[in-house]
T-cell receptor, first 116, second 110 residues
Framework: DAGVTQSPTHLIKTRGQQVTLRCSPK?????VSWYQQALGQGPQFIFQ???????QRGNFPDRFSGHQFPNYSSELNVNALLLGDSALYLC???????????????FGPGTRLTVL | DAKTTQPTSMDCAEGRAANLPCNHS???????VYWYRQIHSQGPQYIIH???NNETNEMASLIITEDRKSSTLILPHATLRDTAVYYC???????????FGGGTRLMVKP
């Protein structure tokens, strides 16, 4: 059973460009969350998708947007890249908001984005 | 969600128990305590969670004080592979986002 997968592994962009990161959740999971982790810091929540809709959002500007597909996979898009967007971007999946239980989130290995 | 306080770093000898404390004095009655760890250059890994009773699984034990204002994660026999940053997180309910603090950097030494 494959866990959470993310692509690409590494990415280098220049300021002002746009980037799309991809995530496939663990089998059986329908909720996907995205986190940004700057060097030396803990991950920061960006947003969460469930049933193809954004359900929760952290303190990130509108340059950060996302999408969830019918197969539960998800994309994170960042427009007008800034140097400060350089970070490890983590995707996490969980069984779902409708589960009612206390679920754990499973994280992928992340995409390392470098903005020059 | 309640805020947590953890020591910045700790050392532990290989084969000994590692006891990682966490303070969450403002925790509410319906908030759970979660522990995750992050090994260098990998995504965070779930370890254990609990509400008020002590919990044990194949990875670790979680001891929560009776007043629920603090907890301790115990790795009973630490190995070099347990070297990681350990995050204590208080979380309200399923589906809610995880709020990571700085965590505790545990160094297991031979």
């Amino acid at each position: 059973d494959a866990g959470v997968t993310q692509s690409p592994t590494h990415l280098i962009k220049t300021r002002g460009q746009q980037v799309t990161l991809r995530c496939s959740p663990k089998s059986g999971h329908d909720t996907v969350s995205w986190y940004q982790q700057a060097l030396g810091q803990g991950p920061q929540f960006i947003f969460q998708y469930y049933e193809e809709e954004e359900r929760q959002r952290g303190n990130f500007p509108d340059r950060f947007s996302g999408h969830q597909f019918p197969n539960y996979s998800s994309e994170l898009n960042v427009n007008a890249l800034l140097l400060g967007d350089s970070a490890l971007y983590l995707c996490a999946s969980s069984p779902g908001l409708a589960g009612g239980g206390v679920d754990e989130q499973f994280f992928g290995p992340g995409t390392r984005l470098t903005v020059l | 969600d309640a805020k947590t306080t953890q020591p910045t770093s700790m050392d532990c000898a290989e084969g000994r128990a590692a006891n990682l404390p966490c303070n969450h004095s403002t925790i509410s009655g319906n908030e759970y305590v979660y522990w995750y760890r992050q090994i260098h250059s990998q995504g965070p890994q779930y370890i254990i969670h609990g509400l008020k009773n002590n919990e044990t699984n194949e990875m670790a034990s979680l001891i929560i004080t009776e007043d629920r204002k603090s907890s301790t994660l115990i790795l009973p026999h630490a190995t070099l592979r347990d070297t990681a940053v350990y995050y204590c997180i208080v979380r309200r309910y399923a589906g809610n986002m995880l709020t990571f603090g700085g965590g505790t950097r545990l160094m297991v030494k031979p």
